[in-house]
């Protein structure tokens, strides 16, 4: 790990591994086939000569041979997983910004984070659509747009030092969290999309992000207070326990309803005062007590 400085919003280098192990999901490298070392050993032959190019051949078939494979169309690349294109990130960016998300931090960390890397393969080519999926455990992954929408909404166009998230689920939200806050702290209910979130984001290396198995309803007092506590989970209230662990000028964004859920937006503006904000309607999974 560097002890260089790190600099908010980490760029794409600060997230991606870039070793050969994990070059796949990125750039997948070319591969030699039995085709390409055939014609690599005929070009070598044909510049030695046709007496030495093939041992016990004669020089005219031994020549006609290193032509013949000269001549043969070289194979084809591997086609490249069009999801590894960071064209089509800019494509769902820019539909998030045409649907009223104008925080450019917010936006650029959309870009950066590959969506796809947090869902099973079977629903990678969905990834970069509007919409939720499912993650297993009746979970879903959030919408980009909603996952844009609140994150703007609690850095309010400032610097976020120090954020809570409530329900990691499978990390992508931590993953772009993490590149517009300091310090992200992130709680899981779920024991395996703990883990699965674990999994998914030990390849990128992100090293201002701590992920906790517990109950997200009763916050993290260890780590508080927070500028920014962030539910992707709805209840019919925010958790009075989450509302103490805002400081004094925090902004906690959440999902809240049951049937009809829209988000709101609570401001703490004093030590026993919060104030709030009724924004657009919503559709999330429940928050739920306890841990699974």
Known sequence: ???????FPLSL???A???VKNAPAFAPARVATPQTATQNAARTAAQKGPAQA???????????YALERERAPAPAAPR?????????RRAMVARVAKQGVKDSVVLGALETVPRHLFMEEAMASQAYIDASLPIGHQQTISQPYIVARMIE???????????????????YQAAVLSLVAREVYSIERIKPLHELAKANLRPLRVANLRLHY?????GLPQAAPFDGIILA???LEVPQALLDQLTIGGRLVAPVGERSQHLQLISRVAKQEWISETLEACHFVPLRPGTA
């Open 80 to 88: 490249q997983n069009p999801l590894v294109s960071e064209a089509v």
């Open 214 to 218: 517990g109950d997200g309803m009763l």
């Open 54 to 64: 093939i041992p016990g051949a004669s020089p005219s078939r031994a020549h006609a």
């Open 233 to 235: 989970a709805a209840g």
């Open 153 to 171: 909404l609690l850095r309010n166009g400032g610097a976020l030092q120090r954020v809570l998230e409530i329900g990691t689920g499978c990390g």
């Open 1 to 7: 790990m560097s002890k260089k400085p790190r600099t």
């Open 13 to 15: 280098a600060a997230v």
């Open 17 to 19: 591994d870039k070793s």
